[in-house]
């Protein structure tokens, strides 16, 4: 386990899981957990940034939590834990918001969308939100992490936390922090299409009836692929495909076999494609992958004392792990008197 690499990631409470995040973020921390030593979380701070009423927060945690645990994460097999539960976190957090500058924080492409679609809502940008890629910075490097199983829209999140860590280093004269990448056993990192052609899949923002949720019941899920965006045509062979139908293939490539896909191309590239037909395998295909999964949620959401074992053990180890990083960092830049 001690030579393994370290791996950190974690999804935000702020919404029902989705298919996006699945394939995303989460079937990669399935497969990673037996490769390297790894760290998945829950970060309930980040989602006060956007929803800073934390009435919600203990319901999205739980499900989150058990969604993690349905999916086949196991406690055995990875640390995990809540971000709250480590009080280092905000003290190493505090250390590198002095390492962060204003300007490049607010030219950070994920914060300049996030202002318009909170002053769309009508809601105030809080500094929690400017000096978010701080705080996710920190979720990484406080267990010295290399690899981050991320999608895509993390990227620039990534490249910021590098800037950080290589700052630290070199304002220390130290390279006590490793530069952490994203990762995908896919190679290159997922965006998961929503079903409107909108945008990518998403808990908290867009229209829910464009996301797949990994607690929508078969029914649910039918009717949101059926009603998915589609096209007219092709109406010549080989014909580029518009987005809205690129998007249903990237959707078939993930829950469907590769002869299915390779069918539904031909007759796209044939023009004798039915999109009605397309779409009834893709859902079948889809309820296929989500019900096993809604099942196991079921069943481990109900049970409160092992989800409370599971955060309290893997809060303690994570706890370990991140004590010695902060304690590091604290001699470094020079706080350690007497
Ligand atoms: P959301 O954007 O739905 O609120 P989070 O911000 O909590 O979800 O993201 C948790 C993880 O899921 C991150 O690794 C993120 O990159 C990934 N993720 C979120 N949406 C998608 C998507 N549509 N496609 C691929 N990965 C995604
Ligand atoms: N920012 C990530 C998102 O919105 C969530 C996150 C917070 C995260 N801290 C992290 C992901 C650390 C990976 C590693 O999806």
Redesign the pocket.
């Known amino acids: 386990m001690t030579n393994r690499e370290i791996v ?5 409470p702020t919404g029902d899981v989705h298919l996006g995040n699945y394939f995303g ?1 989460i079937a990669n921390f399935i497969k990673m957990q037996h490769e390297y030593n790894c760290y998945f ?1 829950i ?1 309930d701070y ?1 989602a006060l940034t956007t929803h800073p009423d934390a009435k919600e927060l203990p319901i999205f945690v739980r499900d989150a939590l058990s969604i993690y645990l349905a999916c086949g994460l196991d406690p055995d097999q990875c640390t995990l834990y809540i ?1 709250s539960h480590l009080p280092q976190i905000p003290e190493l957090y505090l250390l590198f918001n002095m390492l962060a500058y204003k300007g490049e924080l607010e030219k950070i492409p994920t914060f300049k969308e996030k202002v318009r679609s909170q002053e769309a809502l009508g809601k105030s940008i809080n500094a929690g939100l400017l000096t ?1 890629p701080v ?2 910075c920190v ?2 490097i406080i267990h010295r992490a290399q690899k ?1 199983p ?2 895509k ?2 990227e620039s ?1 990534l490249e910021i936390t590098r800037t950080f860590a290589n700052r630290f280093n070199y304002m220390t004269g130290s390279s006590f922090f490793p530069e952490p990448y994203g990762f995908s056993y896919g190679n290159t990192l997922l965006r998961v299409p929503s079903l409107d052609n909108s945008g990518k899949m998403s808990k908290s923002e867009g229209n829910p009836s464009a996301s797949i949720f990994l607690k929508d019941e078969d029914k649910t899920i039918r009717q949101k692929i059926m009603r998915a965006t589609s096209d007219s045509g092709p109406t010549v062979p080989n014909q580029t495909k518009p987005d809205a139908i690129a998007n249903l293939f990237d959707l078939l490539r993930l829950v469907s076999s590769p002869d299915t896909v390779a069918h539904f191309d031909e007759q796209y590239n044939q023009c004798t494609i039915r999109y009605g037909d397309l779409k009834k395998q893709l859902a079948e295909d889809m309820v296929r992958c989500v019900a096993p999964l809604r099942e196991r949620y079921q069943a481990i959401a109900a049970d409160t004392n092992y989800l409370r074992r599971v955060v309290q053990e893997g809060g303690e180890k994570a706890r370990i792990s991140a004590n010695a990083t902060l304690q590091g960092a604290k001699e470094l830049i020079g706080l350690s008197y007497f």
């Not at 950190?8 to 935000?12: A, F, H, P, T």
């Open positions: 950190v990631s974690g999804i935000r973020a979380f970060a980040h971000q978010y705080l996710m979720d990484i981050v991320v999608g829209d993390q999140h």
